[in-house]
Nanobody
Framework: QVQLVESGGGLVQAGGSLRLSCAASGRTFSNYYMGWFRQAPGKEREFVARIRWSVGTTYYADSVKGRFTISRDNAKNTVYLQMNSLKPEDTVVYYC????????????WGQGTQVTVSS
């Protein structure tokens, strides 16, 4: 069973940076996409970024392109989301997720970590 545990959220001023971590366990993730999503209260969950674990290829939502970077550390089985130039509208809960490459949707989710950006 896949387990995902996020950490690294917190309070930061606008223009600042945070790095989120997602510790993954329970599988060998070579055939997985790992993704970051975010969700504001009362809104649908929004895709942020994903990385294909085996080759490291990445894809970003337009809203974060150029500011956020997703990466992974194979030795630590951890996925990161480096967030720079943070804006107040980035204030939401961020979730880590995993799906097999052959799957149409993300099957496993972390518990989420809150990011708050003050203006």
């Amino acid at each position: 069973q896949v387990q995902l545990v996020e950490s690294g959220g917190g309070l930061v001023q606008a223009g600042g940076s945070l790095r989120l971590s997602c510790a993954a366990s329970g599988r060998t993730f070579s055939n997985y996409y790992m993704g970051w999503f975010r969700q504001a209260p009362g809104k649908e969950r929004e895709f942020v970024a994903r990385i294909r674990w085996s080759v490291g290829t990445t894809y970003y939502a337009d809203s974060v392109k150029g500011r956020f970077t997703i990466s992974r550390d194979n030795a630590k089985n951890t996925v990161y989301l480096q967030m720079n130039s943070l804006k107040p509208e980035d204030t939401v809960v961020y979730y880590c997720a995993a799906r097999e490459i052959s799957s149409a949707s993300y099957e496993s989710w972390g518990q989420g970590t809150q990011v708050t950006v003050s203006s």
